[in-house]
Every structure is written in structure tokens, then in C-alpha cells.
């Protein structure tokens, strides 16, 4: 006789956490989903939901969206559920005591990395933009802390030194319900939860649009790591004509150029984009988006523009 499906909630909200809400509804008896409330989102200002409830209304479990989180109510309904587990997967809310408490197994959280290197709520991009080499998604048992709690599992991944926050995110979200799934199917013949070191601990706060702000005046790599750690969001820009111009798809080029100010662009090509003088070389930048406009070529976009200050963009234009 096969043993009974644990009686599971899922606590999660953006795109990052789909993956692993299909494995849980494939690999228990999932009985509700909490995420986010509905937010006002793009120029419209429209409510947008979560993609984690985008994904769990096809499958008929009750979802909630609390406000809030300390006052009991969330407590109460899910103590209706009398559960056994609940999966944590970039919910976006510190748990109470209570409700940590509640699952008879505890709370178990898909954390995007290293612990613990980058505990907190942007472990992707902050590892990026730190040109980490290396990271994993850790299957950890919640306590009060943030992101404290002891691991069960560490599945690690070297970073491509091209790879975007975003390339990075699609990946870890399936590594992630990988590893959750393996964990599911051994429960709960799993080994014990292990402290995580005192020793390498890193935060990894929210990013903030203001954040994107090149600065020219640092290694090649540096703004190599700072363009793709900004991609998706919020990318990564320099000043031209006093309006934000974004970059993206940066690339170490081969050298520095003597006498070239940091910010300067010193060559337009074809393939490649538009080469920057940094501080020790320079970075290639594949494309652009100027404000109001598509995102294109860097090529294209210096062909085609001209600067109020210098006329054609080209060789000699400096990027602030």
C-alpha cells in the first residue's frame, strides 16, 4: 500500500516560483496556495497577479492572498487544512512564528543560493552583479530568521560569465524544482537538515531602479557584470544628452585605448555594438534602448542618432 500524498500548501508569488508549484501539485495532495496580493503594475496602473496564481487557478486549490500576515487570519485558514508540509518558494513575506508552526514537517523553503552566501530577496542579481562564478538553490528548513534555517540540500551551478540575471533565473527555477522534487519523492527518508556556516554570510537586498547607473570609471569587468546583473531588471543605463540610454548585452573587448576617458566611445562596429573606455580597457555593448524607443543594435542606434551636444554618435562620444 502506497503511502499517503502529504498534505501540502505552497507560499509563493513570482514567475520564479511556477516550477516548483507544479512539482508540489504533482508530488502531494496540495490543498491551497498563498501568494502576493494583486498589485497595480505598468503604465495602465492595471492589478496584475501573481504568476504563482496565474498558474494555481487552472488547478481548483483555494488560493490566498493576505495583507497581512501577523494578525491570525492566515493562520486560521491554513490550520483548516491540517497540514503536513508547506513549500516556501520566493514568497515575498516573512512567516510569523504561528504559521511556521503550523505543518506538522515544518516550513520548507527552494532558496535561490549558496547559503549562506546571499540570504534575503534578490540572491540572483546580487550575485551576478558581485561576477560570483558559482551559486545553487538550497532546499532549507524555515526558522524565524532570515533565510537561517538549516539545509538539507545544496544543488550548485557555475555562472556563465555572459549570463544575465534573467538566463540565470529561468535556470535556477528548474534546477530549484528539480531539487524539490528529488526531496519530495525521498520524504521523509531525507538526511538531517544541516546549520549553515557562520562563517561567508552575505545580504541580498531588493535592487533599486536607481541601482542600474553605470560608472565607467571601474574595471571592464565590474560594468560587464553590472550590465548583465541588471538584465531584466533594471537594466543598466548611462546618461546621453541628459536622458537615460539602456544598455545591455555587454562583452570584455580587447584592450584599453590610450588616452580614452572613461565613458568614451572609442569604436562602432557592425556586429559587435559600440566599444566604452572603462578605467582598464573597454566593453563592448551589444544593444541599447534609447528613451521612448525599441530596444536595437547599438550600431544602429549610433548610425541613426545624433547628439545635440556633437552631432553623429560615434568615436569621441562620451556616455556619462
Not at 571601474?218 to 537615460?244: L, N, Q, T, Y
Not at 588616452?259 to 566599444?275: H, K, L, M, S
Amino acid at each position: 500500500m502506497s503511502p499517503m500524498p502529504l498534505r501540502a500548501a505552497f507560499m509563493g508569488s513570482p514567475e520564479f516560483a511556477v516550477p516548483c508549484l507544479r512539482v508540489v501539485a504533482d508530488a502531494c495532495d496540495l490543498r491551497v496556495v498563498v501568494c502576493q496580493p494583486d498589485r497595480p503594475a505598468g503604465r495602465g496602473r492595471a492589478l496584475r497577479s501573481p504568476a504563482v496564481k496565474l498558474a494555481a487557478e487552472p488547478m481548483g486549490v483555494p488560493i490566498l492572498q493576505p495583507t497581512k500576515m501577523k494578525d491570525g487570519t492566515l493562520a486560521a485558514a491554513l490550520r483548516e487544512h491540517a497540514l503536513d508540509i508547506a513549500i516556501v518558494v520566493a514568497f515575498g513575506r516573512i512567516l510569523p512564528p504561528e504559521i511556521l508552526a503550523l505543518p506538522q514537517h515544518g516550513c520548507i523553503n527552494v532558496h535561490a543560493s549558496a547559503l549562506p552566501r546571499w540570504r534575503g530577496a534578490a540572491p540572483i542579481q546580487r550575485a551576478v552583479l558581485a561576477g560570483d562564478e558559482e551559486t545553487a538553490v538550497a532546499i532549507m528548513r524555515m526558522d524565524e530568521g532570515l533565510d537561517t534555517g538549516p539545509v538539507f540540500r545544496m544543488v550548485r551551478t557555475p555562472i556563465g560569465p555572459q549570463e544575465t540575471s534573467g538566463e540565470l533565473f529561468e535556470r535556477l527555477a528548474a534546477l530549484g524544482a528539480e531539487a524539490l522534487g528529488d526531496f519530495l519523492a525521498a520524504f521523509p527518508d531525507v538526511p538531517a537538515a544541516t546549520p549553515q556556516p557562520a562563517e561567508g554570510i552575505t545580504y541580498a537586498p531588493m535592487l533599486r531602479k536607481e541601482e542600474g547607473a553605470l560608472d565607467f570609471a571601474r574595471s571592464v569587468r565590474h560594468v560587464v557584470d553590472h550590465v548583465r546583473g541588471m538584465d531584466p531588471w533594471p537594466v543598466a543605463f548611462a546618461m546621453h544628452d541628459r536622458e537615460p540610454l539602456r544598455l545591455y548585452a555587454a562583452s570584455p573587448g580587447e584592450g584599453a585605448r590610450a588616452g580614452a576617458t572613461p565613458g568614451t566611445i572609442v569604436e562602432v562596429d557592425a556586429v559587435r555594438g559600440i566599444a566604452i573606455a572603462c578605467v582598464d580597457g573597454t566593453v563592448w555593448i551589444s544593444e541599447v534602448q534609447p528613451p521612448g524607443k525599441r530596444r536595437m543594435h547599438a550600431a544602429a542606434w549610433a548610425r541613426g542618432s545624433a547628439s545635440r551636444k556633437s552631432g553623429r554618435v560615434g568615436p569621441g562620444t562620451v556616455l556619462a
